[in-house]
């Protein structure tokens, strides 16, 4: 991985300034790429001004996200029924603080505190609250769980969702670094160019974020001097 990180830093850093000016607003709260994990939380009332409901099945007619987000989503789907066959389901997207509170706090009553932080976020550290992340199923298994990641149509998701502009972003070998276990179902929307580059570097989104932000602190510091 090591090798891949340097040779992804020195691809980064041959970008103009004006495109880390750009990287630098979709890292910021209402981009694509914002970061969110258990050390960068959002408010509680934080909710996106843009959430539509994406014209794919769902398994709740109310599921959000945000429009750029939902209209990738909306041409994934249609690209895995036409180009193999494949019919998938949004499950979950858009989550309130309020909504992850209810679901964390019930998984610890199931599982016990230990497991909960492994399998679910706590309020203000989930994707879902972003609105640019959505739970996947197919009609055979709209249950979440790591077969989805065996079946043809999750494999096809793993290996197509970079086109759409979507990660796979929680995988078992990156727990260490993400906090959670493997999530096959989990996209996440970052922008076609930025889930390409992560699909080819297979690296979580906290490496891909901070190598952006040391690429920017390098120029800045190149200019000071």
């Known amino acids: 991985m090591a090798a891949r990180l340097i040779a992804l830093f020195l691809a980064l850093m041959s970008l103009g300034q004006g495109t880390l000016n750009r990287y630098e607003t979709e890292m910021s709260l209402g981009g694509t790429l914002f970061l969110v994990n258990r050390d960068f939380v959002l408010a509680s009332n934080y909710k996106p001004e843009d959430l539509v409901v994406p014209d794919v099945r769902l398994t709740y007619p109310d599921t959000t996200m945000r429009k750029e987000a939902a209209e990738a989503l909306e041409n994934m789907f249609a690209a895995a029924r036409e180009e193999a066959g494949y019919t998938l389901i949004g499950v979950s997207g858009f989550r309130s603080y309020g909504q992850q ?125």
């Open 101 to 225: 509170a209810s679901i964390y706090e019930r998984k610890i009553q199931n599982a016990g505190k230990k497991q909960a932080m492994l399998l679910v976020a706590p309020p203000g550290a989930s994707e879902h609250q972003l609105g640019l992340a959505m739970d996947l199923g197919t009609p055979q298994n709209q249950k979440l769980n790591e077969a989805f990641g065996d079946t043809e149509a999750g494999a096809w998701v793993r290996e197509n969702c970079h086109r759409f502009g979507f990660i796979i972003r929680y995988k078992e070998e990156w727990t260490e670094i993400t906090g959670y276990a493997d999530e096959p179902w989990h996209v996440r929307y970052v922008g076609a160019e930025h889930a390409k580059r992560i699909y080819e570097m297979d690296i979580p989104l906290e490496y891909y974020v901070e190598m952006l932000r040391q690429v920017q602190y390098e120029q800045l510091t190149n200019e000071e001097r």
